[in-house]
């Protein structure tokens, strides 16, 4: 999912428009990134906390050459995923939309006029998901030869 594609579901979920929702990632993204910069840990609860990265310099290698290269000081910021992504990422279940977004959806609904949902009868079964995809026997061949 790209930034384009986040606005039109974060505009979706919530009845926002587009630009509204644009605008509240922008001021989120701002804030992450003014909190972490300034040394504060951001945490999200549920979600995760990200937090500021200090990688001292290092000696490393041109893959070309072999030669050593010199590697400067940097800033990089590190998330740590909260317990309830965690349990989410790792449910066999899909994630259970907010209360705040699924009312949000459903008075979007009727103020359109739109039907309500139909029910799914008791004998229905789920949609089974796609099989998982395998990696080609070629790539997965590559990979083991660089692990070595």
Do not use: C, H
Request: overall charge positive.
């Amino acid at each position: 999912m790209n930034r384009t594609e986040l606005i039109e579901a974060i505009s979706a979920d919530t009845g926002l428009s587009q630009k509204q929702s644009d605008a509240a990632l922008s001021a989120l993204v701002y804030e992450i990134t003014s909190g972490v910069r300034s040394g504060n840990p951001v945490r999200i609860t549920g979600f995760g906390s990200f937090k500021l990265r200090q990688r001292p310099a290092r000696q490393g290698r041109n893959p070309q050459t072999g030669a050593p290269v010199k590697v400067k000081a940097s800033k990089a910021i590190g998330f740590t995923p909260g317990v309830r992504l965690r349990a989410d990422l790792n449910s066999r279940s899909a994630p259970v939309k907010p209360a705040v977004l699924a009312q949000a959806v459903s008075a979007k609904a009727v103020s359109k006029g739109a039907a309500p949902a139909k029910a799914v009868s008791k004998g229905a079964s789920p949609a089974k998901a796609a099989p998982a995809k395998t990696a080609p026997a070629k790539t997965a061949a590559k990979k083991a030869v660089r692990s070595r």
